[in-house]
């Protein structure tokens, strides 16, 4: 069967690009060895996972002003709900009915529930309500180790590694081996030393990278370091391991309890919490 001149030119450029694709992906790895061989460098991938806000945040008290703003214009400006208009009817059948006092039965429709009497019962429902506090157990006992604390913020994890000799408070680490990917290492950094804790990470390119230089002086290598993001999704940290000494959960503005001045700032120039 012969195809028109057009079809055959785009199933020739599908093929094409699933080539170029799978050659690409088959390169990557000799890639990596090529550069890193010429270069010298030591590769790492390290992962940032983030465990989401669950709750909303506090409004500031210019958010408070400008939400009671549109509330009041909605107000205004909002047509009536089926509700009120039943509210009015209803209004207006009583009405008749105390100025006619010949009215027949049944030309009046009386029910049993009115819009008042749902009303009130909304109204004893909401005040039955007790909303979850704000603030957990965790917090209250300040457990830098649980992803239950400060909900209304995105909490990161880091661990505490032995890196050149000295621990330091990371992301979850690894080096880079031949034939990886530097998000597999990324992916088998977080398993090894995190244990039981899974996440999705994010794209198959990282978000950001570190570039360490020693001096001419030190024998030591280049290293470069890569950050992926990954979403937490469930799971506890488990450092039996040995690969980590300690973990916590904390904020971005709590950072710098925890981290290295440089280290920190390579972290801010990828992390926003929105």
Not at 61 to 68: D, G, Q, V
Not at 193 to 214: I, Q, R, S, W
Request: with cysteine.
């Amino acid at each position: 069967m012969a195809y028109p001149p057009i079809f055959s030119s785009l199933m020739r450029c599908i093929q094409l690009c699933s080539r170029a694709k799978l050659l690409r992906a088959q390169s990557i790895s000799s890639l990596l060895s090529s550069n890193q061989i010429r270069h010298g460098s030591i590769l790492y991938s390290a992962v940032c996972v983030e465990r989401y806000p669950v709750i909303t945040s506090n409004k500031s008290t210019i958010e408070e002003r400008f939400s009671e703003l549109l509330s009041k214009l909605e107000q205004e400006n909002s047509f009536l709900s089926d509700h009120e208009v039943r509210h009015l009817k209803e209004e207006q059948a009583a009405k008749m009915k105390q100025e006619n006092a010949d009215e027949e039965s049944g030309n009046v429709d009386t029910e049993t529930v009115t819009a008042l009497d749902l009303e009130d019962k909304w109204d004893a429902e909401i005040k039955s309500f007790t909303p979850a506090s704000r603030v957990t157990q965790a917090d209250e006992q300040q457990n830098q180790k649980s992803v239950e604390r400060r909900l209304e913020s995105s909490l990161y994890l880091l661990v505490k590694q032995n890196i050149a000799g000295r621990e330091h408070w990371v992301l979850p680490q690894a080096t880079w081996e031949n034939g990886e990917t530097l998000r597999q290492t990324a992916e088998r950094a977080l398993s090894s030393v995190c244990g039981d804790v899974k996440a999705t990470v994010l794209g198959n390119a990282p978000c950001a990278v570190a570039k360490y230089e020693p001096p001419k002086e030190d024998e030591e290598k280049p290293i470069k370091l890569f950050f992926y993001k990954a979403w937490y999704r469930e799971g506890n940290v488990n450092t039996d391991s040995g690969l980590a000494s300690d973990y916590v959960w904390v904020t971005k503005e709590e950072f710098k309890d925890f981290c290295h001045n440089s280290y920190n700032g390579h972290l801010k120039k990828f992390i926003f919490d929105m």
